[in-house]
T-cell receptor, first 116, second 115 residues
Framework: QQQVKQSPQSLIVQKGGISIINCAYE??????FPWYQQFPGKGPALLIA?????SEKKEGRFTISFNKSAKQFSLHIMDSQPGDSATYFC???????????????FGEGTQLTVNP | DTGVSQDPRHKITKRGQNVTFRCDPI?????LYWYRQTLGQGPEFLTY????????KSRLLSDRFSAERPKGSFSTLEIQRTEQGDSAMYLC?????????????FGQGTRLTVV
């Protein structure tokens, strides 16, 4: 059962453009939504994360928009650069207590290419 | 280096052989996770430890897989009688459990190829 669905599968953007990647989740118990960036041959690296008590979070050129009622969240990369070319994964987890695992459920990934 | 360290980075093995991977988490982190990632897919959860206790195992973790974290520090993941379907990147991540912080840091992974 795919609990986090991500789109598009691939995205090509011109340098300076805006990259938008979308995710939808099913489990309403999820309360932590990170985005990871992964370069070939490397492990995923945390980019930015949001909790459902806010609708938007911005860090530099990266913004997460969160719609709790629609169970959707998206990553916006402003002024996209060739160095942003990577695979991006959305993820979700529930709880952080001693008795609940905070394991991440990942989307399928989006391969972003930013052309110079 | 203060990040998550995994060893080896690459492993090629013949079908039927046993392999063992090691993960050294960030030193103060009390949670350690193992994930598996196949080409073109997102990582899939396998198991996690809180200190030395293994608290959850995915149904993906067949009886050929075993993980340990004997002293609550490093962890090992062993795959017995490897199959071609085990070929994947095995990722380790660690985190520090505290209020409202679930940030997990990943290692660079061990790429397993079963021939």
């Amino acid at each position: 059962q795919q609990q986090v669905k991500q789109s598009p599968q691939s995205l090509i953007v011109q340098k300076g453009g805006i990259s938008i990647i979308n995710c939808a989740y099913e489990n309403t118990a999820f309360d932590y939504f990170p985005w990871y960036q992964q370069f070939p041959g490397k492990g995923p690296a945390l980019l930015i994360a949001i909790r459902p008590d806010v609708s938007e979070k911005k860090e530099g050129r990266f913004t997460i928009s969160f719609n709790k009622s629609a169970k959707q969240f998206s990553l916006h990369i402003m002024d996209s650069q060739p160095g942003d070319s990577a695979t991006y994964f959305c993820a979700a987890s529930k709880g952080n207590g001693e008795t609940s695992g905070s394991r991440l459920t990942f989307g399928e990934g989006t391969q972003l290419t930013v052309n110079p | 280096d203060t990040g998550v360290s995994q060893d080896p980075r690459h492993k090629i093995t013949k079908r039927g052989q046993n392999v063992t991977f090691r993960c050294d988490p960030i030193s103060e982190h009390n949670r350690l996770y193992w994930y598996r990632q196949t080409l073109g897919q997102g990582p899939e959860f396998l198991t996690y430890f809180q200190n030395e206790a293994q608290l959850e195992k995915s149904r993906l973790l067949s009886d050929r897989f075993s993980a340990e974290r004997p002293k609550g520090s490093f962890s090992t993941l062993e795959i017995q009688r490897t199959e071609q379907g085990d070929s994947a990147m095995y990722l380790c991540a660690s985190s520090l459990v505290r209020a409202r912080n679930t940030e997990a840091f990943f290692g660079q992974g061990t790429r397993l190829t079963v021939v």
